[in-house]
């Protein structure tokens, strides 16, 4: 694989559980080309997991047979050149996603050109991509390529909306664990790709107290220090519904607490009775239209489970043509 060196895009950091620093262990384990693997790695995702996501969604879609209409359409030694190029505006996300689809379904060498990386916004007609290979393994790996990068971009830029009207506050947007069973680690990544930052990547690297946990422990401060006796290392929220519970998980020493379904009005009365011992978020009710006065709250975070259960994909195209 050749391609030029340019600068990663900012993630904007990584959450929990991300692959920077990945060992050699991790590059021997990897059928990946090394410069992708640490590409991958830079970006903060594991490039086994990634290559194991790519040979996923290639068999899903061969069903352990070959491309009929490809092969019966398209001499066995044919080259061509295709361009990833993005049909409508928006933020990218994937491109090297993208790039390990194709890697483990082309036979043959696989020259890559490329002219956008991850985070960046890009235009309606803007080249993204250029792949020269075998024209069958192109058309092969086309669609199981462009259903992650349409995704993935689809959300970096439904991210991007909300950094955007949450500009110049303190505020960040932040995902939730409501993403696409197996995808998670992608979507999280594409969400940092927007500018939003990460809530916990799984139910072990941090607690959420949430309504059925205080029912069952008998009271919210109750659940909250339970938590905090069995798990004294983990980072714990806290989801209150009144300013009561509130009070109470704040003297519990809770250091983040989620105001669920509060009013810009309730999480500003909030942000006066913390007064800073504790980090608040806010949940439910939220929409790009009131973003910016649930901001200016002085909440710090804006959890929004719409980026990754409810983006639309970002039109992106293939084309296909000869090889220069």
């Not at 061969?62 to 505006?89: K, Q, S």
């Amino acid at each position: 694989m050749t391609s030029p060196d340019l600068p990663l895009a900012s993630s904007g950091g990584c959450g929990d559980g991300c692959a920077c620093g990945a060992d050699d262990e991790v590059y021997l384990e990897c059928g990946l080309d090394p410069a992708l693997a640490q590409l991958l790695a830079d970006a903060g995702l594991d490039p086994v997991e990634v290559e194991d996501i790519a040979n996923v969604a290639v068999q899903e879609d061969l069903a352990h047979g070959v491309d009929v209409t490809t092969v019966a359409t398209i001499p066995e030694d044919a080259v061509a050149t295709a361009d990833f190029t993005a049909r409508e505006a928006g933020v990218v996300a994937g491109l090297r996603v993208a790039e390990a689809v194709l890697s483990v379904v082309c036979e043959e060498e696989l020259e890559i050109e490329r002219h956008a990386e991850d985070g960046d916004r890009v235009e309606a007609g803007q080249k993204l991509l250029s792949v020269t290979t075998r024209t069958r393994d192109l058309l092969t790996a086309e669609r199981s390529a462009l259903n992650i990068l349409c995704r993935l971009s689809g959300i970096a830029t439904a991210t991007r909306a909300w950094a955007d009207v949450l500009e110049g506050t303190k505020a960040k947007v932040r995902d939730t664990r409501k993403t696409t069973p197996g995808l998670r680690s992608l979507e999280k990544y594409a969400v940092r790709c927007g500018g939003g930052v990460n809530h916990r990547m799984s139910l072990s690297d941090a607690a959420l107290v949430k309504d059925n946990h205080v029912v069952a422990a008998g009271g919210v401060a109750q659940a909250f220090q339970a938590v905090r006796a069995r798990f004294p290392e983990v980072p714990i929220e806290v989801e209150v519904d009144t300013l009561h519970q509130l009070r109470e998980v704040l003297d519990a020493g809770a250091d983040l607490i989620l105001l669920d379904n509060f009013t810009p009005a309730e999480c500003a009365e909030a942000v006066a009775i913390v007064q800073g011992r504790a980090a608040l978020e806010a949940s439910g009710r939220l929409g790009l239209d009131n973003a910016k006065a649930y901001a200016d709250t002085g909440v710090d975070y804006l959890a929004v489970g719409a980026l990754t259960h409810s983006s639309p994909i970002l039109d992106i195209g293939l084309d296909l043509r000869p090889a220069e």
